[in-house]
């Protein structure tokens, strides 16, 4: 079975969300290893958009079924971005592709699963 998710969130809404709880914001949405690749307010608000999309894709939202630290993004040497197998394994997500686009202060993403 194949499940599309599709989120859109304003980076300005996610950096005043750093700018006043800082570190503890971070923290509420991201791992530590998620942590180390954000060096901008765009790159934070890709992985929390991300996160929205496969809990959406799930049909679940991000809740008390899928928390967004339930959910984990690394990114290729390239740079592309991807859910590691722990967070496909979690769900019992055979595959899974992300896509992450960024426009006039907006992030976009598109995520499909395969169960």
Not at 2 to 27: H, M, T
Request: proline share 2%; net charge positive; aromatic share 10%.
């Amino acid at each position: 079975m194949i499940e599309i998710g599709i989120d859109i969130v304003s980076i300005k809404r996610i950096e005043n969300f750093i700018n006043k709880y800082e570190q503890r914001a971070l923290k509420r949405f991201l791992t530590q290893k998620e942590i180390e690749l954000i060096k901008n307010p765009q790159n934070a608000a890709s992985f929390w958009s991300a996160k929205e999309a496969f809990s959406k894709a799930l049909g679940v939202g991000i809740g008390s079924k899928c928390s967004f630290l339930d959910i984990e993004i690394l990114k290729d040497k390239y740079g592309k971005p991807f859910f590691t197998n722990s967070t496909l394994k979690k769900f019992n997500i055979k595959s899974s592709s992300l896509s992450i686009t960024h426009d006039n202060g907006f992030v976009i993403t598109a995520v499909i699963l395969v169960k």
